[in-house]
């Protein structure tokens, strides 16, 4: 293939992924036989097809009941529910004596049990990067609630990394009269930067409890839980194996998960709980933060999945990515216009250290305007071209990126007709002439050199 040579002689270790093609061949043979390039791994990662066989031939062969019972069947989906749990902790290397799992349906889902039951109070602090997914940002909403004060710390352009010297300034002022949390992302979603994961037992060392949110790291990266310590660690596995999806976790720390009052309880959570004597008694955590009845026949697919991605192994996943998101930096960074202008400006790091699977952009035309993301999307499309485009659910990375400013947001929304509801169209019209989103190609554990080459001849068409 054209450029391989070239590829290979810049990324020698490409060659060690050998067993990825083969893999891609014998379990992702959909995407070459349907044509599908798929660029979209931090959106969703894919499933192997032998993950669904053998979920399918473990419900085709037992009988699971609820597990809030003691029957035969009942205890057979606990006994799985239990063992994947199990693995969960295993797969982080988090030692059960230390870590609980608590089962969720996303990352989302995980977050928000951390954010409505957080002892935020008048006087604490929830200090969060500006890079951070909306279902991080929300949380805010319970900090505002409940009196505490919200900061964000800025990204410094071009890298969107964090000051450190700022950051050490904000851990220092949390003082340590209240509940402070500091809530970060190990990767981003939207520039891929991967933040310092020393920067936990900085806040800890400052007296603040650390959310960490892995979902976008954990998919190529190994997550060590006995080497780094944060207190909250909220996932969702389809994106780091694509099956099942409507399983989540957290990963809470048992000491700081003490912490958390939960402003309800429901059926699964409690020991006991009385009508008529308005009593009830939570149950011992994981089960006082589980809601209802878990996802039983979906969680044993996750300990398939975990098995999956075990028997391929994090560190060659790790490689690839490294490589091909390498080649990918370089083929966009060089392509220019006859006029001059750079086809693709890119968000976030340009080298491949400390950094994800993503490359967040956008494109301009040869006078220098950004190319509408829509209409990219759309000749993306069209292409069998699976790439993503907006702000990806990270508003304050956006808002970096592309250079929005606080005032020019402040106008927009204060405008009569936005007080209420505001359109996307609405957005785009009122910060008018500036690009209002990006778009983001991801790489993950099946791609290889063919699905990047696709990538850079797609953008290359854009020329003029
Ligand atoms: C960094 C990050 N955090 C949280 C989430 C939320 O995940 P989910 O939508 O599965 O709840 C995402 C999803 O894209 C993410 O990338």
Known sequence: MP????????????????????LREREYSRLDRLGQVYLDYTGASLYAESQVRKHQELLAGNVFGNPHSSN???????????????????????????????????????????GEAYPFGKDCHYLLTFDNHNSVNGIREYAHAKGADVTYIPLTLPDMRVDEKMLAGYLEAGGNACANLFAYPAQSNFSSVQ????????????????????????????????????????????KIFGYPTGVGALLARREVLKKLHRPWFAGGTITVASVQGDRYY??????????????????PA??????????????????????????????????????????????????????????????????????????????????NISLRTGCFCNPGAGEIALQISKMELAACFSQPSHTQRLTYDDFRTCIDGKASGAIRMSVGLASNFEDVQAAAAFAEMLLD
């Not at 490409?14 to 093609?21: G, I, K, Q, S």
């Not at 205890?75 to 982080?92: G, N, P």
């Not at 939570?282 to 969680?299: R, S, V």
């Not at 790091?349 to 301009?364: C, Q, Y």
Request: include cysteine; proline fraction near 6%.
């Open 282 to 299: 939570l149950a011992e955590a994981p089960a006082a933060f589980e809601d209802g009845t878990l996802d039983y026949l979906n969680i």
């Open 195 to 238: 933040h310092p994961l020393e920067w936990i037992e900085k806040a800890h060392n400052a007296g603040w409890d650390v959310l960490l949110d892995a979902a976008a790291f954990v998919p190529s990266n190994q997550l060590d839980l006995s080497r780094w310590k944060p207190d909250f660690v909220p996932v969702s596995f389809y």
């Open 72 to 114: 035969p069947t009942s205890l057979a989906a606990t006994r799985l529910i239990e063992s994947t749990r199990a693995k969960v902790l295993q797969f982080f290397k988090a030692s059960p004596d230390e870590y609980v799992c608590i089962f969720t349906q996303n990352a989302s889902g995980a977050l928000k049990l951390v």
């Open 302 to 383: 996750v300990e398939i999945g975990l098995q999956h991605i075990e028997s391929i192994g994090l560190p060659l996943i790790h490689e690839r990515v490294r490589c091909l998101v390498g080649w990918l930096l370089y083929r966009l960074k060089v392509m220019e216009h006859s006029t001059g202008v750079p086809l693709a400006r890119i968000y976030g790091p340009l080298g491949s250290d400390a950094r994800g699977g993503a490359v967040t952009f956008n494109f301009f035309d040869r006078a220098d305007k950004p190319m509408d993301i829509r209409r990219v999307e759309q000749a993306a499309n069209e292409h």
């Open 3 to 22: 450029g391989y040579v070239e590829f290979i002689q810049n990324y020698p270790a490409y060659d060690h992924t050998h067993n990825l093609d083969e």
